[in-house]
């Protein structure tokens, strides 16, 4: 089975803090993704990266960052988090092929008080 | 503009009842693929179909049925007899050669059915 793992399921930080949500996959993928998902607007992408030490910014990256040190590790990144970053967090892996399924996380519920 | 239109945001049904998720989609690629999505109260996003844009053929999966018509541009979600297990967000989402391996998703139908 295929797997992806996000490292919290449920984060609580303060305004400004800075956050690091973890997504770990073992599927050996090119791609990764970070998507927030809010009531309404579905899933919306922040960033995605095609390999090691690559990014692409997504349809809202303003306020975020991401990471890929190694393939299988793919970092996202609030550098002083706030209110309106509160948000379900969705990772996913995919081999980089337009036919084939994105392989999703858990998600990560992060509340910034 | 969005790519990728699912109109009905909640739809309550009876349990036993059929229910249909509309998708409706936005390309200009003659290459491209549709996906459905399960997300239990749980999270995970569950892969369910995925369709090419070459092949019209309807599908079934068990209590599943896909339809796609191109000329719609149509990709609808049929649940028959459904159960309480069935309660669910479900996602339409599109993928094109344009933009590799990048996913464009609806805002997801919440569907909850009543024992």
């Known amino acids: 089975d295929v797997k992806v793992t996000q490292s919290s399921r449920y984060l609580v930080k303060r305004t400004g803090e800075k956050v690091f949500l973890e997504c770990v996959q073992d599927m050996d993928h090119e791609n990764m993704f970070w998507y927030r998902q809010d009531p309404g607007l579905g899933l919306r992408l922040i960033y995605f990266?095609?390999?090691?030490?690559?990014?692409e910014k997504g349809d809202i990256p303003e306020g975020y960052s991401v990471s890929r040190e190694k393939k299988e590790r793919f970092s996202l990144i609030l550098e002083s988090a706030s209110t309106n970053q509160t948000s379900m967090y969705l990772c996913?892996?995919?081999?980089?092929?337009?036919?084939?399924?994105?392989?999703f996380g858990p998600g990560t519920r992060l509340t910034v008080l | 503009a969005q790519k990728v239109t699912q109109a009905q945001t909640e739809i309550s049904v009876v349990e036993k009842e059929d229910v249909t998720l509309d998708c409706v989609y936005e390309?200009?690629?003659?290459?491209?693929?549709l996906f459905w999505y399960k997300q239990p109260p749980s999270g995970e996003l569950v892969f369910l179909i995925r369709?090419?844009?070459?092949?019209?053929q309807n599908e079934i999966s068990g209590r599943y049925s896909w339809n796609f018509q191109k000329s719609t541009s149509s990709f609808n979600f049929t649940i028959t007899a459904s159960q309480v297990v069935d309660s669910a967000v479900y996602f339409c989402a599109l993928s094109e050669a344009r933009a590799g391996n990048q996913f464009y998703f609806g805002t997801g139908t919440s569907l909850t059915v009543i024992p």
């Open positions: 369709r090419n844009s070459f092949d019209e």
């Open positions: 996913a892996g995919g081999t980089g092929s337009i036919r084939d399924t994105q392989y």
């Open positions: 990266s095609y390999d090691v030490k690559m990014k």
């Open positions: 390309t200009r690629d003659t290459t491209y693929y």
